[in-house]
């Protein structure tokens, strides 16, 4: 910890070597939470970046109350939704089918792959989601967060993260429901 520190002192007095150490060091961390927000590589390799930089012109106002790792995820989750919340705004989401889902579970389906259909298919129908309901759902069960963690994260109240899960499920609930009308 004391390390780090130093080397965030170095930070903040204008060393860029010492921020390329800590790009280092929290790189794939960041890039594992941003994976959760955009499965193109492209887009992905962005929003690391953009973590990054927003930790870099923020980084005068770090202070070591917490650990910098937490620090960093909580600028990686805002960078995440505001990257939905644009989505939202340009496009249309493409819509899951049952048949989709169906899809996976075919025997000739290797086991591997099915997972990573199933996981592409998860990502798409999250996409169908509110920004605020898809970020709530991806904390508290894709990364299995507590209460606590994804109100840090969020910087919302433990109450409002449980009122938001229970509003992004019942979403998620009306998406199957409308999805099997169709079939």
């Not at 989709?100 to 792959?113: A, H, R, V």
Request: aromatic content about 8%; overall charge positive.
């Amino acid at each position: 910890m004391e390390k780090e520190w130093a080397i965030i002192c170095r930070c903040q007095q204008g060393d860029g070597n010492a921020f390329q150490e800590l790009v280092e060091r929290y790189q794939k961390q960041v890039a594992s939470i941003m994976w959760r927000f955009s499965r193109e590589l492209d887009t992905h390799q962005d929003l690391v970046q953009d973590v990054f930089v927003e930790a870099y012109t923020s980084l005068k106002n770090y202070q070591p109350q917490a650990p910098f790792v937490h620090w960093l995820s909580r600028i990686a989750v805002r960078v995440g939704y505001r990257h939905w919340k644009r989505l939202k705004k340009e496009r249309d989401n493409p819509h899951v089918s049952l048949d989709e889902w169906g899809q996976l579970s075919d025997p000739g389906t290797p086991d591997i792959l099915a997972s990573k259909e199933a996981a592409d298919l998860l990502h798409r129908l999250l996409g169908q989601l509110t920004p605020r309901n898809r970020l709530v759902l991806t904390l508290r069960f894709i990364e299995e967060r507590s209460v606590e963690e994804t109100s840090e994260l969020t910087g919302w109240s433990q109450t409002m993260v449980k009122v938001q899960t229970l509003r992004a499920r019942s979403q998620l609930k009306k998406l199957f429901e409308k999805s099997q009308e169709k079939l």
